[in-house]
């Protein structure tokens, strides 16, 4: 007696791995049974060990240069472009993001991750080798183009390689990963940079980069694909358009130029006409980067939802908690990411927790809702912060907002992949990471906003002319410049600084009510590969 498998147009994750037949195409309706999950072949483990290593390299970098900027700016000059060196990543990364996502779906996934990584290991070594300002600027540019393919095609690839139903598993290292990344990265960054010189903050990169890609090249065996149709230049170059118009908006608005200035307000025009443009192609493209038919799909239109607001809220989140710490508390700003420690550790155990729970039960639904409701809860309780908030209690505080965003980090890329057909995987991936980019990008601008004007205006009233000069520059002092300023001035500021935390995060509750409300519509449609007829089919001979 012989085996064999029927299908055979699945993806392989090494030699010993059996042809996967694709999971049912729709909205995941077909295969709802309460059967366990079988365990993931040794191979398909070895390809997520890689995929995760890649992800800490798209997580990592932005955490490990922050602390390299001053000597960077010391070596190579050009203090006025330094914003750039941000900005030009996270352009590059952001615009690239949905056509590295279709890419994968037309040409096939291993391939674009392939290119992606190299791509991105190439800008690493330019940006090391910049010997200008301008330089560094235009290879972090290359670098952030490769970046945009490096979270879609592990999150696309995961979605290739493991059913959803089983996919929960992986859901606490995903977040792991992050917790690493954000607590880890300054420490690494300024542990290097005071030790190799700023250089290796970029050449860090390409011993992970070559593990990682070896490790895909030989283990990873995806079927390959052959596009019918061309990309739609049109649609990826009127899309690169207006999320770089947007995203320059968030980065400039109120820093570069005012909100009302006439290139903020251009770039606004620009953005809307050119995302408006991109709507009306995509109805005609034969191979539309980002098919409009996705959204019709409610429940991935409400993840789309969610994720926005999650990355609007959390990001602004990281940006002023340390703050705070630091100029109300008192805290060292020399491990800054141990200040976060409270809300990342949450964070991770919520979200192991959330993924062994969906693997066992296939129940998502309330995952959610319980997240929002954490996450609004979360903020309304730091929204009450005041200099005399002790650090304990503000350590609560940012567990339970951690616990609502470990609820929300995974589940909402895991209930948009669920939601659409394995062909459009790619662009469900790359949409749903886009739409997070884009919160946190408006999340950091619009809470920076408010931040920044109700701290000057507390300046002003507590410290008169003085206070309002010393902010008029930047809300966002140091320790060392306020350690220079006369006592009077320093107590202002603490009570500046809590005032303005306690606008941003109000704000931050009250768009997690928007998050809260779309959650109760989401629909509990069944998780794919929870049933004996969602894996291979196996006829004896």
């Known amino acids: 007696m012989a085996e064999k498998t029927i299908e055979k147009s699945g993806p392989v994750a090494g030699p010993e791995t059996e042809q996967v037949a694709p999971p049912p195409a729709g909205t995941g309706t077909a295969g709802a049974r309460t059967a366990k999950a079988e365990p993931q072949p040794r191979s398909v483990r070895v390809v997520l060990f890689a995929l995760m290593i890649t992800m800490l390299l798209a997580m990592l970098d932005n955490m490990i240069v922050g602390p390299a900027m001053p000597t ?18 996270t352009l590059a990364t952001a615009a690239s993001t949905p056509i590295w996502g279709k890419l994968g779906d037309m040409y096939g996934r291993k391939g674009a991750f392939l290119t992606a ?19 560094l600027i235009g290879f972090r540019a290359i670098q952030g183009l490769g ?46 940079t005071d030790n190799f010189g700023w250089r290796w903050a970029f050449y860090i990169n390409l011993p992970l980069g070559a593990v990682a890609l070896a490790m895909v090249t030989s283990v990873l065996h995806l079927p390959k694909k052959k596009a019918e149709g061309r990309i739609d230049y049109l649609g990826a170059a009127l899309l690169t358009v207006g999320i770089s118009a947007l995203v320059l908006v968030t980065t400039w608005g109120g820093t570069e130029y005012a909100w ?35 959204f019709a799909n409610r429940n991935f239109s409400l993840m789309a939802v969610i994720g926005f ?41 919520v979200s192991m927790v959330a993924g062994r729970v969906t693997t066992a039960t296939g129940k998502y639904r309330i995952f959610p809702i319980a997240g929002t409701v954490l996450m609004l809860t979360g903020f309304y309780l730091l929204a009450q912060m005041d200099t005399g908030t002790s650090r304990l209690t503000s350590g609560l505080y940012m567990a339970v907002l951690g616990a609502g965003m470990g609820f929300l980090m995974q589940i909402t890329m895991l209930v948009a992949q669920n939601s659409v057909e394995m062909k459009d995987m790619g662009v469900a991936s790359s949409s749903a990471t886009l739409f997070r980019t884009l919160g946190s990008s408006f999340g950091v601008a619009i809470m920076g906003a408010i931040f920044n004007n109700r701290v000057q205006d507390v ?83």
């Not at 990584?117 to 330089?135: D, E, H, P, T, Y």
């Not at 703050?323 to 008192?330: C, E, I």
């Open 72 to 89: 960077i700016v010391g070596d190579l000059g050009g203090m006025e472009h330094l914003s750039w060196v941000v900005t030009s990543y």
């Open 309 to 349: 607001i999650t990355g609007f809220v959390m990001f602004g989140a990281m940006l002023f908690l340390p703050l705070f710490q630091q100029s109300v508390q008192g805290a060292s700003a020399t491990n800054s990411g141990l200040l976060l420690l409270p809300m990342l550790l949450s964070m991770m155990a």
């Open 147 to 192: 970046a945009g393919g490096l979270m879609v095609g592990v999150m696309a690839i995961i979605g290739d390689l493991v059913p959803p139903r089983d996919r929960g598993k992986y859901m606490g290292m995903m977040t792991g990963v992050m917790a690493v990344a954000m607590i880890g990265g300054p420490l690494v960054g300024g542990s290097i």
């Open 260 to 294: 009302d200035s006439a290139v903020i307000m251009e770039l606004i025009g620009i953005g809307v006409a050119s995302l408006i443009g991109f709507l009306f192609v995509q109805k005609k493209a034969a191979e539309p980067v980002m098919p409009l038919h996705i």
């Open 117 to 135: 990584i190299v791509i991105f290991l190439a800008g690493s070594v330019l940006s090391g080798m910049a010997q200008s300002m301008g330089q």
């Open 459 to 541: 300046m002003d009233d507590r410290a008169g002319a003085l206070g309002g000069k010393v902010t008029e520059t930047s809300a966002q002092l140091d320790a060392a410049s306020l350690a220079k300023l006369p006592e009077a001035v320093q107590d202002a500021y603490q009570h500046a600084v809590s005032s303005g935390t306690h606008s941003a995060f109000l704000l931050g509750a009250a768009i997690s009510v928007v998050a809260l409300v779309a959650s109760f519509f989401v629909k509990e449609i069944p998780l794919r590969g929870s049933g004996p007829e969602d894996r291979p089919a196996v006829i004896a001979e």
